[in-house]
């Protein structure tokens, strides 16, 4: 029951397949209109979008900017495009990727995760590298040791996978 890959694939659909416009990436100068123009092409048509800004103040002093979403007038970070349309997640009905990983999906990507933050080459079955220039021994033995454990675990959980594989394959034998 259940591989690698075997949970929710099916539902609502998720945010990363669309295009996306965060806030993040909109110049200063764009801000202080108030608004933000959008164009690009689909299906060989022109279309654009003009979305409002709102300001929110921050507590140790200037402003933070968000749009405000076209359909339903929240405040939201990222807006998403398709079919013509500009909306919020909530409106589209999308889902975060991470929302459907199941607890096998999770455990295989943390020791992703934290080899990246270590430097080293992506996948458990590559050799450790060393520790990053600049980081303290202490911070490197506590990710390494988290690396480690979860390894431990993935390669438990494999060998168990294997092992119900192999006694499932050989009731189906003897029959």
């Known amino acids: 029951m259940g591989g690698l890959g075997s949970?929710?694939?099916y539902g609502k659909p998720t945010a990363n397949r669309l295009e996306s416009i965060n806030i993040k990436d909109v110049s200063a100068g764009n801000k202080a209109n108030g608004f933000v123009k959008?164009?690009?092409?689909?299906?060989?048509?022109?279309?654009?979008?003009?979305?409002?800004?709102?300001?929110a103040e921050c507590?140790?002093?200037?402003?933070?900017?968000?749009?405000?979403?076209?359909?339903?007038?929240r405040r939201v970070g990222v807006l998403y495009l398709s079919s013509?349309?500009?909306?919020?997640?909530k409106c589209f009905n999308l889902?975060?990727?991470?929302?459907?990983?199941?607890?096998?999906?999770?455990?295989?990507?943390?020791?992703?995760?934290?080899?990246?933050?270590?430097?080293?080459?992506?996948?458990?079955?590559?050799p450790d590298g060393?520790?990053?220039?600049g980081m303290h021994w202490k911070t490197f033995r506590r990710i390494k040791f988290k690396h480690d454990v979860i390894a431990n675990r993935i390669?438990?959980?494999?060998?168990e996978w294997?092992?119900?594989r192999k006694t499932a394959y050989a009731t189906t034998q003897s029959r």
């Open 7 to 9: 949970g929710r694939q």
């Open 38 to 55: 959008y164009s690009y092409w689909l299906n060989g048509k022109l279309v654009g979008h003009l979305v409002h800004l709102e300001q």
């Open 59 to 73: 507590n140790y002093g200037g402003v933070r900017y968000w749009f405000t979403c076209p359909n339903c007038h």
């Open 84 to 89: 013509g349309q500009c909306a919020c997640r």
């Open 95 to 126: 889902a975060y990727k991470s929302e459907r990983e199941t607890n096998q999906d999770r455990l295989y990507r943390k020791p992703g995760k934290l080899r990246d933050r270590l430097g080293w080459r992506p996948g458990i079955v590559h």
């Open 130 to 133: 060393d520790k990053p220039k």
């Open 155 to 159: 390669c438990g959980a494999t060998m």
């Open 162 to 164: 294997i092992n119900k």
